[in-house]
């Protein structure tokens, strides 16, 4: 691993403890709606149409300004409830947004990667949520730049994003950069494509559903710490 010159690394579910953040968001949001609707209901709801829409945003075919409001507007759409989804997507935007909970190991890994080369966070998100988030976190001294897809235009796996972080790099031999994701279709097939090694991030043991095969495949950000001083 002391080849790299560089690491790309995703946010959410590889440094950042997405689902924590979005459970204490969840909770806030079914506070307001109770009465309502049964919670499971509207929990299970809303994974399955936020799930479907991030899809969409990979495809191109949506973009996140939309997103905010839109995953509100079937949701409410799906279980009947008149409420405002502009309303609704822009409180839960401001409830995801102080949500810095990271995952174990990582703010370590942060640290010691960070004294030998640089990190870049590549992520796909809401420039407001994962700007707030990262800037607030522990692991913010570490992190040399963040690349956010609503800000370039264009999501993972699309190539614009690895552009973006090879400008903020400076000059880089893509031979020394590494991408770290836990997403397949996001973060190891655009560095697949881009011509960078990729290591995936699969604490559950997935199978890869790709053609090929990602360079490393690791449990957690925390097994790489040792590995890459
Ligand atoms: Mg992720």
Redesign the pocket.
Known sequence: MGKYELILA?????IFD?AMTERTAMDRLVQELSGDVPEEVLRAEYHRINGAIWKEVELGTMDTRRLRAERFRRLFDALGLGHSPDDFGERFISYLSTGTFLLEGAEEFCRTVSARIPIIIV??GIADVQRSRIERSAVRPYIRDIIISEEVGASKPDARMFDAAFAAAGRMDRSRVLMI???LS??ILGGMRYGIDTCWVNPRGLPNTLPDAPTYQIKSIAELSDGMT
Not at 10 to 14: L, N, P, R, V
Request: zero cysteines; a negative charge; proline letters at 0%.
């Open positions: 995703d946010a959410d579910e590889t997405f992520t796909n994701g836990d997403s996001s973060d």
